[in-house]
């Protein structure tokens, strides 16, 4: 007997479609399927990834691969139907595993959500425009760790998409702003004298051994509100961002500015600027880190604006985000003016050749 799952899956005995004929494909999909019989133990589960090219019709689709944990999440479900009301087709596909930093996810495939065997994915749904990786606070990871594994993702993506753009996303702080980053301690890894080449010290900024952690880059003092800690983790992105174009020469590497972006829209609440908003926090945080549906609106437009490279402003319905037209108009033209205005993302910065 053989039983198989799709997508993520992993069939068992009594678990999976049973098998009894040819399996027939009419899209791309990834099976693992697993033979039985009474009496003898389970075969290994086999893998296989099955890509189906179509002709799109002359439509445009765009596809993306979006790597990292719950805050990864934020625009699952919020993304695509963004995309669509703007009229850009968008094939949504994420591995995340809540809590994970980057590094884990690359060590636990077939595990978390989505497509989780991340490998085969990238065969089958190739090619894809956008692979979105999502560094987390929190962990003690590295500058050099982080460049290594969310290199990893965008080599093995890159195989059979060659033309793939790699976008880093970065989170916000949660409302205590009490981990490293958001107090502007930055991990490096390495040592001082990898840096000192490559490193150029802001103001208040200084070197110190971290052990284990290797390199440690402090600013002092530290930040005393909300939107400075968003400051710091704009400097760990920027590193990264150096690193990661450091190892990939003429590549360049997309920031997804979403804690900036919250950042610019709860001072334009803070100033009476969106009609009807008033308590950034108890609008837009669901728990101390997790968005409510405003925030994961506006979440999406900032993401819609650095993959597409246009504002979303005047395309994009309020969908399910609670919010009125001319609130949703006003979140519309703030995540704009951050992709366009910031110097880190820069609007569809798809790969120069």
């Known amino acids: 007997m053989i039983r198989i799952a799709r997508g993520g899956g992993t069939p068992t005995r009594s678990q999976g479609e049973l098998i009894t004929g040819p399996i027939r494909l009419e899209k791309s999909e990834i099976l693992a399927a697993v033979a039985y019989a009474d009496g003898l133990a389970c075969s290994p589960v086999v893998v296989g990834a099955y890509r189906i090219c179509r002709d799109e019709g002359g439509t445009r689709l765009t596809r993306t691969f979006h790597i990292g944990n719950s805050l990864t999440d934020t625009v699952d479900g919020w993304l695509k139907p963004v995309a669509e009301s703007a ?90 702003f009490d981990e490293g980053w958001s107090k502007g301690v930055i991990s490096l890894g390495g040592k001082l004298g990898e840096w000192q080449n490559k490193l150029k010290l802001r103001p208040g900024e200084s070197l110190a051994d971290g052990g284990w952690q290797g390199l440690i880059l402090k600013r002092e003092p530290a930040p005393k509100t909300w939107e400075e800690a968003v400051s710091c983790h704009t400097r760990y992105f920027e590193l990264l961002r150096e690193e990661l174009e450091r190892r990939y020469p003429g ?92 110097p880190s993302a820069g609007p569809g910065q798809r790969e120069l050749h």
Not at 111 to 121: H, V
């Open 87 to 176: 009229g850009h087709p968008l094939d949504f596909h994420r591995f995340t595993i809540p809590g994970a930093p980057t590094d884990w996810l690359w060590s636990h495939p077939a595990s978390g959500f989505g497509d989780s065997r991340y490998a085969e994915a990238f065969f089958a749904f190739a090619p894809f425009d956008a692979i979105i990786t999502q560094p987390f606070a929190g962990h003690g990871r590295s500058v050099e760790n982080e460049a290594e594994y969310s290199g990893k993702f965008f080599e093995l993506c890159r195989k059979d998409s060659p033309q793939v753009q790699l976008w880093l996303y970065q989170q916000w702080p949660d409302r205590t």
């Open 251 to 342: 590549r360049r590497i997309g920031i997804i500015p979403a804690g900036p972006g919250l950042a610019a829209l709860k001072s334009s609440i803070d100033h009476g600027q969106v009609m009807g908003l008033g308590d950034f926090f108890k609008e837009f945080f669901a728990d101390g880190i997790h968005l409510t549906s405003k925030g994961r609106y506006f979440v999406s437009l900032v993401h819609f604006g650095c993959l597409f490279g246009e504002s979303p402003e005047g395309k994009v319905s309020p969908l399910h985000s609670g919010l009125t037209e001319e609130q949703a108009a006003a979140f519309q033209r703030t995540a704009w003016k951050v992709v366009e205005n910031g």
